[in-house]
């Protein structure tokens, strides 16, 4: 199993910035892509940004320029950097991984427990 834990959401007023981590705690795994996706109330979840274990990262039209996500294989840990923040920012944020654990022969996707970003008008 791979365990999720977020941290670094909070409240921030229009404008400003906020970084969110998610640390996987896992023994032994193969971390393919990581990422963060988010819902607002009453909206489905949406993908917000994801980086693949190499290769070019994905943003959702709506953050482009905005956000930025890394990542640290050594402490199997993704970053969200979230500039110019809008109301519309507001949401619960889920990190998510895709992992395989040995002896599975198949990846799983692995969900945090989410964290509050609140950006005020």
């Known amino acids: 199993q791979v365990h999720l834990v977020e941290t670094g959401g909070g409240l921030v007023q229009d404008g400003g910035s906020l970084r969110l981590s998610c640390a996987a705690s896992v023994s032994i795994a193969i971390i393919n892509a990581m990422g963060w996706y988010r819902q607002a109330p009453g909206k489905q979840r949406e993908l917000v940004a994801q980086?693949?274990?190499?290769?070019?990262?994905n943003y959702a039209d709506s953050v482009k320029g905005r956000f930025t996500i890394a990542r640290d294989n050594v402490k199997n840990t993704v970053y969200l950097q979230m500039n110019r923040l809008k109301p519309e920012d507001t949401a619960v944020y889920y990190c998510?991984?895709?992992?395989?654990?040995?002896?599975?022969?198949?990846?799983?996707?692995?969900w945090g427990q989410g964290t509050q970003v609140t950006v005020s008008s």
């Open positions: 980086i693949p274990r190499g290769g070019d990262t």
């Open positions: 998510n991984c895709n992992a395989r654990v040995p002896p599975d022969y198949y990846a799983n996707d692995y």
